[in-house]
């Protein structure tokens, strides 16, 4: 199942690696994203665990040292969210972006979702044949069938 984000406000912490683990998460414009664990006496590797594939190691350790708010246009730079939206608009952006996915064949989703979660993990010519397997597997699927 996809697993979409929606972060108004001050996003800190683990919260902010969750918003980085969504298949798809939408700030709001006026969002804020920190890692303020340090400040705590807290080593945030467990946040870091959740971010080192998603931003580069000099935004996590920048974010990480200092403690400081980013923007949500940052955070979008960082990788940390995929589209920032209006503030007065975000739930009407979120709306319909489900609606877009709700009508999406169920198995193509899955396939995608699926093929991001290994195939970085593997080298590039896996990569390649495990996308063509699943080309062929999830293309010939019924429901990709339009009736």
Request: proline share 4%; net charge neutral.
């Given at each position: 199942?996809?697993?979409?984000?929606?972060?108004?406000?001050?996003?800190?912490?683990?919260?902010?690696?969750?918003a980085?683990?969504?298949?798809?998460?939408?700030?709001?414009?006026?969002?804020?994203?920190?890692?303020?664990?340090?400040?705590?006496?807290?080593?945030?590797?467990?946040?870091?665990?959740?971010?080192?594939?998603?931003?580069?190691?000099?935004?996590?350790?920048?974010?990480?040292?200092?403690?400081?708010?980013?923007?949500?246009?940052?955070?979008?730079?960082?990788?940390?969210?995929?589209?920032?939206?209006?503030?007065?608009?975000?739930?009407?952006?979120?709306?319909?972006?489900?609606?877009?996915?709700?009508?999406?064949p169920?198995?193509?989703?899955?396939g995608?979702?699926?093929?991001?979660?290994?195939?970085?993990?593997?080298?590039?010519?896996?990569?390649?044949?495990?996308?063509?397997?699943?080309?062929?597997?999830?293309?010939?699927?019924?429901?990709?069938?339009k009736?």
């Amino acid at each position: 199942v996809p697993v979409v984000g929606v972060i108004e406000g001050k996003c800190m912490g683990f919260g902010t690696a969750v918003a980085a683990v969504c298949d798809i998460s939408f700030a709001s414009s006026t969002a804020q994203f920190n890692i303020p664990e340090i400040e705590h006496n807290v080593m945030p590797t467990m946040v870091m665990s959740a971010l080192y594939d998603r931003m580069n190691r000099n935004a996590i350790l920048w974010m990480t040292y200092t403690a400081t708010f980013i923007s949500a246009v940052e955070a979008m730079q960082y990788g940390i969210v995929s589209r920032v939206v209006e503030a007065g608009k975000l739930d009407a952006e979120v709306a319909t972006f489900c609606k877009t996915l709700l009508s999406r064949p169920r198995p193509a989703i899955l396939g995608l979702k699926e093929y991001l979660h290994s195939a970085p993990h593997m080298d590039e010519k896996g990569a390649t044949d495990y996308a063509r397997a699943l080309h062929s597997m999830v293309n010939t699927a019924a429901a990709m069938k339009k009736h």
